[in-house]
């Protein structure tokens, strides 16, 4: 197992959050999956399970101020841009007290106060939103970072090469964060993607990055070095994020090894799991014990299932809210 | 009162709202240094700069999104989209993002944007620089949609949908960009869901948007030399909709033709008429007419083109016989 490649956040406190927060990510997507599975949760979402590291990694580079925008596979950047389980798993439910007060549900979760934009169930849907984020930003003076999560699926979209090409010509503190997971929901990405992923971005002039997304620190150390770097108006920047969804498209996506095979997903989960890979690092240079670890892990499991059981019990909105928040005051 | 054309209308009222609100731009293509093929925009950039007036490659989808973002973190973007025909290349952006993320949100999210652009034929700019889409937008919750029919109303309607907190779509009548009309020198907005009854009248009520309502003035005239007494009456606003005032007078007159330049099957002409026939059934003396664009796309040739949009005389003809009892089957 290869360690970590850098160190820049040398905070003891900074590597269990990150830590936590990428358990938790997990843990939100193992209950929510139960969830799916026992017909408690209406329609259907998107895991974010073994990606962990990427969400964590770059929203742990971020500030409240720092916005986000998210995808349909969009649990791990609400859960890693600081959201609470309760509303979270009240708006899985459709529950009054969700983030969206239950309007949105998995696939539109957003988190304002958090700098969440928000999922977007459109694939691309989000390319646009984020990089007016970042112009209105610089427009108006602030210095806020905008990252755009998506897909490898989502780099078909012409709508990226529209917003990058104006990002670039303006130079916007943006940061197109592009998670290749290897499939585009049930097609292999080499499939639907001619050349490289980061050269479409280099043709713009935009930096280009290629990092191991299952590998905390060097997301997040990238991360760091391009948000301050944005800071300073040397924006746009684009990261290839390699990475591995453990569960298929979405929850119901149960057979498919007509798409990959139970080898690959087994080679991933056991060789390459984010979340064991840090553990071990943790552990091995003194930062926590294996004890400590089993008990924040029980005290995150805790917790959701704190929040899953209110989140049952919680009231649906009432009937008469269906006509509100159609249009603002 | 003085009297200023709708293009200057419109370019004071981004000029006034742009200097009394720092978080508003305007983003389009060919707004800057040209002020837009029509010319509407000139002078904006040498007040504003190029940081408030920006000039965007040819991509609608790119910068109609960038709009929404900026809208959803606190700027007040005004698009630009240079023909209404266009509306098709953003359709995610306007439709699945910018209506629904207050929806969406749970009312966290605002988009306070507003959308220009254009509509009307008999430009000779065959099919697709001469559609009239606002049917399409105002079928989607979430989305205001005004239809200024003069220079007054386009100042007055544009102040009120910027300062608006949802994305508004204006459409302007591209042909009516040289028509002068009275405007105060002073400040004034138009609220939106007032209807505004340009000619009393007590025979029928035609009502008219945009580009209409001129043909409807006209067809009242005519008509009004027979003797038949016609009330004109313009939404101003589509969405929301006036229906007290519409409704009010069509108790009056008991006669209806509703008039929009969009494709007249399932349009804006259809809505209109069916929320009359189901609120004010009984007042009813003739079943309520639509009166819109023909269906077909838009065609080149004037000799075709001419026919495809209802002129004053199209709506007086239709006018005489509903108030002489003929029955009229709708095309």
């Given at each position: 197992m290869s360690p970590a490649k850098t160190k820049t956040k040398t905070n003891n406190e900074d590597y269990l959050r990150m830590y936590r927060q990428m358990v938790r990510i997990r843990t939100f997507e193992d209950n929510a999956n139960q969830l799916y599975l026992s017909a408690k949760m209406p329609g259907l979402t998107h895991m974010y399970s073994g990606e962990e590291a990427v969400a964590v990694g770059i929203c742990e580079a971020l500030t409240d101020d720092d916005r986000i925008t998210s995808t349909h596979r969009g649990h791990g950047h609400c859960v890693a841009k600081g959201a609470d389980f309760k509303q979270m798993f009240c708006e899985l439910l459709g529950k009054e007290e969700g983030y969206c007060r239950g309007k949105g549900g998995s696939m539109h979760i957003a988190d304002q106060s958090h700098g969440n934009l928000g999922a977007n169930a459109i694939v691309g849907g989000s390319m646009g939103i984020a990089t007016g984020s970042a112009l209105r930003a610089k427009m108006l003076g602030h210095d806020d970072v905008t990252v755009c999560f998506f897909g490898d699926?989502?780099?078909?979209?012409g709508l990226l090469y529209e917003v990058m090409n104006m990002a670039a010509l303006w130079h916007l503190p943006v940061i197109y964060a592009c998670e290749n997971n290897g499939y585009s929901e049930y097609t292999r990405t080499e499939e639907i993607a001619a050349g490289s992923i980061t050269a479409r971005a280099e043709a713009f002039g935009i930096e280009a990055h290629k990092v191991d997304g299952q590998d905390v620190l060097a997301v997040n150390d990238l991360t760091q070095k391009l948000v301050a770097r944005c800071r300073k108006g040397e924006g746009p920047f684009f990261i290839e994020l390699e990475t591995y969804r453990y569960h298929g498209h979405h929850v119901g996506d149960i057979n498919r090894e007509y798409y990959r095979s139970k080898d690959e997903e087994k080679d991933w989960k056991e060789n390459r799991d984010p979340i064991v890979r840090f553990r071990s690092w943790l552990v091995d240079q003194g930062i926590t014990t294996e004890d400590e670890i089993e008990a924040m892990n029980a005290e995150v499991a805790q917790d959701a299932a704190d929040a899953v059981a209110y989140a049952e019990a919680a009231a649906y909105p009432d009937v008469s809210e269906v006509d509100m928040h159609v249009y603002a005051d | 009162m003085r009297e200023i054309t709708l293009s200057q209308a419109v370019n004071e009222a981004l000029a006034e709202e742009m200097r009394r609100d720092p978080t508003t731009f305007v983003i389009g293509e060919d707004v800057a240094e040209a002020g837009t093929p029509f010319k509407v925009l000139s002078g904006l950039v040498e007040e504003f700069g190029t940081e408030r007036v920006i000039d965007t490659p040819i991509a609608e989808p790119g910068f109609m999104g960038m709009a929404v973002g900026a809208a959803m973190t606190g700027a007040r973007p005004i698009v630009d989209l240079m023909f209404g025909d266009f509306i098709f290349l953003i359709m995610d952006q306007l439709c699945n993002q910018a209506a629904k993320t207050h929806y969406m949100s749970g009312g966290k999210l605002n988009v306070p944007l507003v959308l220009r652009t254009n509509l009307g034929a008999t430009r000779r700019s065959a099919a697709q620089h001469s559609q009239s889409l606002q049917a399409l937008v105002a079928h989607i919750p979430g989305l205001k949609v005004a239809m200024p029919s003069s220079a007054y109303e386009a100042k007055g309607l544009m102040k009120t949908a910027i300062r608006d907190n949802n994305p508004v779509v204006i459409f302007e009548d591209k042909l009516m960009y040289q028509d002068k009309a009275p405007v105060p020198e002073e400040e004034y907005l138009i609220p939106f869901g007032v209807a505004n009854v340009k000619r009393e009248g007590t025979d029928i009520t035609l009502i008219a948007t945009s580009s209409m309502v001129q043909v409807a003035e006209k067809a009242a005239e005519i008509l009004a030399g027979e003797g038949i007494s016609a009330e004109v009456i313009d939404p101003r606003t589509i969405v929301p909709l006036d229906e007290k005032t519409l409704l009010d007078s069509v108790r009056k007159t008991s006669r209806a033709i509703v008039i929009d330049e969009g494709h007249q099957s399932y349009g804006v002409t259809a809505e209109i008429a069916s929320r009359l026939n189901e609120k004010a059934f009984y007042h009813l003396d003739a079943p309520v007419l639509r009166m819109g664009a023909?269906?077909?796309?838009?065609?080149?040739?004037p000799a075709l083109e001419d026919v495809t949009v209802p002129t004053p005389d199209t709506v007086a003809a239709n006018a005489r016989k509903l108030c002489a009892g003929e029955m009229i089957h709708a095309a």
């Open positions: 699926g989502a780099t078909a979209q | 023909m269906d077909v796309p838009v065609p080149f040739s």
